[in-house]
């Protein structure tokens, strides 16, 4: 099994975590996932910290869940697979709590968990070339966590189309479906993020988090009501600039 590499770089207002399982295209495994939030939030942790970067390294965003894994599972019991997928979802969903927006660069094959990771992210920016893909019916396997990820965020219809057929989605449908902010030429990707997070982190310190925790709060109670504290909040301390 491919070993994994997380790195983390700071430059005070931009933190960058990447990411490095290439080899495997990037897929993940339970220790490198665990290894990947934990860094992700050490450096959500240092206030200087703006906005974060996620990148991933090599030609492939996450080709999913390492299938090398897959032969453990048959001595495992249904509760424990089962268990483990929570777990996994629960590791995504740190991710997605963490208190300052997340970055990433998207290119060449996300597949199965890789759809999950990328659901994840605040503001991907995903390549003209790249694809998605949920290819576990065609090896006999019912999705786990990505199912209701999915379901979460596509209309029904789109979703039983990449599960039951393992249908290959474009980089336009995933912008069109809103799992990307942007697309952009290949040579442009790099570029489109840093240039993203520098605007980011020339806001006001403080201000990205409050809008993460204030667009957080707005869709969990379904009212504007944490958006109208926010502002107040913001507007009270001086953070705002005519």
Known sequence: MSEHHVGLTSDGSVATVRFDRSARGNAMTAPAL??????????????????????MAGAHFCAGWDTSTFADLAMASERQIADDLRDNDALLARIAALP???????????????A???????VPIVSSEATLALPEARFG??????????????????????VHTGKVATATELTAWGLAARMVDPDELDDAVADLAAQIAAN???????????????????????????????????????
């Open 141 to 162: 396997i019912c999705p786990g966590g990505v199912l209701h990820t999915m379901l979460d965020r596509l209309p029904a219809p789109a979703v039983a189309l990449l």
């Open 204 to 242: 006001p310190p403080g201000t990205s988090r409050a809008v993460v925790a204030a667009t957080r709060a707005v869709l969990d109670v379904g009212s504007p009501e944490p958006a109208y504290l926010a502002a107040a909040r913001s507007l009270r301390s001086g953070s705002a600039r005519a």
């Open 116 to 122: 999950g990771l990328l659901a994840s992210v605040t």
């Open 100 to 114: 300052v927006p997340v970055l990433t660069a998207v290119r060449g094959r996300v597949a199965g968990f890789g």
């Open 34 to 55: 665990a290894d990947l939030v934990a860094a992700l939030e050490r450096a959500a942790d240092d206030e200087q910290v703006h906005v974060l970067v996620l990148e």
